[in-house]
């Protein structure tokens, strides 16, 4: 008899409980492609705005310390590290590999929209603030280091193997990088939002 329970129960686990974490974990990785769908639609409809507020381009500023920031570094690394003879002209946003073969950093190598969208989710998306409020500006850091990153490995392919640029910066890095950012997250989920979520307490948000 007593056998007979526990085969019931452990059918009960493996039948309800087991999937009942499944679904949960379906559950907050829709929500997390949710919320990226939605900043994709908002930032899409504000583009056709060219991103101007009361006819005010406000994301002007920020584009501009992020692309001197990302040019300076990513000039840093060639030069120092890679031995590259670049040069940087911040005035036009360009490395120059030589007098007429140039890499122009436009507003999108910025980082501003995949850290714009980072924050986005993490804010909407449930969790301890004060978790929050440590790791989002941890992950902002990564993010943007990720950025420089990928703006000297471009610069790299584009002087040794330019036949393969287009397939780096059209494809695989973006994939990469869209990669890390869902392992920031995924790193959000497992040690701070299941951690300190309490069964049969509210989520906290």
Not at 110 to 136: Q, R
């Amino acid at each position: 008899m007593v056998r007979k329970k526990s085969m019931i129960k452990d059918k009960f686990h493996k039948s309800f409980i087991i999937p009942l974490k499944e679904y949960r974990k379906l559950k907050d990785i829709g929500i997390f492609f949710a919320l990226l769908l939605i900043f994709t639609f908002v930032g899409y409809i504000w583009k056709l705005s060219d991103y101007r507020l009361f006819g005010v381009a406000v994301l002007n500023p920020a584009y501009s310390v992020l692309i001197r920031t990302v040019l300076l570094t990513s000039g840093e690394m060639l030069q120092h590290i890679f031995r590259l003879d670049v040069i940087i002209q911040v005035d036009t946003n360009r490395i120059y590999l030589s007098d007429d073969t140039y890499i122009f950093i436009y507003n999108g190598c910025s980082g501003l929209k995949e850290m714009a969208m980072f924050i986005f989710i993490m804010v909407l998306f449930p969790g301890p603030w004060k978790s929050k409020l440590f790791f989002i500006p941890i992950s902002l850091i990564i993010i943007f280091i990720i950025v420089i990153l990928r703006v000297v490995l471009l610069v790299l392919i584009f002087n040794y193997h330019p036949s393969y640029y287009g397939l780096f910066h059209n494809f695989l890095l973006n994939y990469i990088f869209f990669g890390i950012f869902f392992i920031l997250w995924l790193v959000w989920v497992k040690f701070y939002y299941l951690k300190q979520r309490k069964p049969g307490k509210p989520e906290l948000s």
